[in-house]
């Protein structure tokens, strides 16, 4: 009897304006809709867990955008263009070398790449210079290795050339 | 996946290093001569048998001579 009182007396001396600024701060924490970006060079580190809207990366398996909330997952890198949605609305362009992308449980995605830049860093004619040597390699006489890589440089020269224009 | 350069014998690590090289080599000229430092490797090992140092060999050359026989040895 006399506990069930005090129950009551609980409840009342709560006073409700209490209450509301705390749940709008457990809201406010979750900060569902963004994705926290680390993208990282052996030299340079581009983004250092900075949250951001969206991401796209060329993997192995196809072309793929990552949002918050994104399943748990390990994509290899294709050399190509990355594309980050920032939180102003603005989006950067990277072109990476290749490497891993990882999409780690709760919101986190971390991009290991050799190389990347902006693409304004990249001289057209160099690309297309390259390409015309490559190509002589890749169709010539030389050791299966040589013509291997070649091919290796044909992709990426392909792709960064296909990101510039 | 498949990959044909893996069917030369080529490793994951030195396609990396192929692909990083022509994106360096397609820099604007400023930004080239810095990133291209960054490619550099000379590395050089002996064997050593019977506590007798072998001959000293460059690493790169090694390299490319095991992938080489991996590639003719039939390797899928």
């Given at each position: 009897m006399s506990s069930l009182r005090f129950a009551r007396v609980a409840l009342r001396a709560r006073p409700t304006a209490f209450r509301s600024p705390l749940q709008r701060r457990g809201y406010a924490?979750?900060?569902?809709?963004k994705i926290r970006l680390s993208l990282a060079l052996p030299h340079q580190s581009?983004?250092?867990s900075t949250d951001v809207i969206q991401v796209n990366i060329p993997a192995e398996s196809g072309e793929m955008g990552v949002l918050a909330n994104h399943v748990p997952s390990i994509e290899q890198l294709k050399p190509g263009l990355v594309e980050v949605i920032e939180e102003a609305g603005g989006s950067k362009q990277f072109f990476l070398s290749g490497g891993f992308a990882v999409v780690q449980p709760g919101s986190q995605l971390s991009i290991n790449a050799v190389e990347g830049f902006p693409?304004?860093?990249?001289?057209a004619d160099a690309v297309r210079s390259q390409i015309a040597e490559a190509q002589k390699i890749a169709s010539g006489s030389g050791s299966e290795q040589d013509k291997a890589e070649a091919n290796i440089e044909l992709e990426v020269l392909e792709s960064l050339q296909a990101a510039l224009k | 996946m498949a990959f044909a350069w893996k069917a030369a014998g080529i490793t994951y690590n030195r396609y990396l290093a192929v692909a990083s090289r022509a994106v360096r080599r397609s820099l604007k000229e400023d930004k080239r001569l810095q990133a291209e430092r960054r490619g550099e490797m000379d590395l050089r090992f002996a064997k050593w048998e019977s506590g007798r140092q072998g001959e000293n060999k460059s690493l790169a050359s090694a390299n490319e001579a095991a992938m080489a026989e991996a590639a003719s040895g039939g390797q899928q």
């Open positions: 924490d979750v900060a569902s809709d581009i983004y250092k693409l304004e860093d990249f001289n | -």
